[in-house]
């Protein structure tokens, strides 16, 4: 006997539990003898406005260092990866809930998030024992959790974000040039001219300048 793995897509306006589903498979096979598994039956979080809702509850009560909603910097990261695809902007919305808040990576699957979604995520979140650099070149193996992190990266080094870091943190925007360097030399610079464009314009001058675009 063989042994085949599908995986099943159900759109219902309504509710589903596992004796409906079996129901219409069986009914859509009536020739085929078969016997199945089913592990669990999740709803998929599909729509961009559910993904935003969903961080805005996770990052409720959240505020960045200058007293700003934190959901605005996610916002603004997604935003910048409007020209590539929705599920980027996913990522983009959720690239910090693993990281500040007590979603994981499991969590985060269960409660309906597309599979790829939370691997970018996870590829862009912090792991214990990792040198922040080292994490740059890890997420610059990886296309789209690039193009995640060059908005992350450019939303983080605005003018305004920056005016508001503490004197002591002000190294970290040298770090970020740093990061920039790595992540700029792995993707089309068309790609990160959109981003820039969106998220940090002023950025765009030293994009150039690093590419020889003059």
Request: glycine share 6%; net charge negative; proline share 4%.
């Amino acid at each position: 006997m063989k042994v085949y793995e599908v995986l099943i897509r159900v759109e219902a306006d309504d509710e589903v539990n596992e004796a409906q589903v079996r129901e219409e498979i069986y009914d859509a096979c009536p020739d085929v003898n078969f016997g199945f598994d089913i592990e669990s039956i999740s709803p998929k979080v599909t729509s961009l406005a559910e993904v935003d809702r969903f961080a805005e509850q996770a990052h409720e009560g959240q505020v960045d260092k200058g007293g700003v909603p934190y959901i605005e910097h996610v916002r603004a990261v997604s935003a910048g990866l409007e020209p590539f695809s929705t599920r980027l902007q996913m990522a983009g919305l959720l690239h910090d809930v693993i990281e500040d808040t007590e979603w994981t990576a499991e969590g985060l699957r269960q409660a309906g998030i597309e599979s790829r979604v939370v691997r970018i995520v996870e590829l862009v979140t912090k792991t214990p024992g990792e040198s922040y650099m080292d994490r740059i070149r890890k997420i610059s193996e990886d296309r789209e959790a690039t193009l995640l992190k060059i908005a992350d990266n450019a939303h983080n080094s605005r003018a305004d974000r920056a005016a508001m870091l503490p004197d002591g943190n002000r190294g970290r925007l040298e770090r970020y040039r740093k990061a920039r360097e790595i992540l700029w030399a792995t993707v089309k610079p068309e790609e990160i001219e959109s981003i820039l464009a969106i998220v940090n314009p002023d950025l765009l001058a030293e994009h150039r300048q690093f590419t020889g675009w003059l």
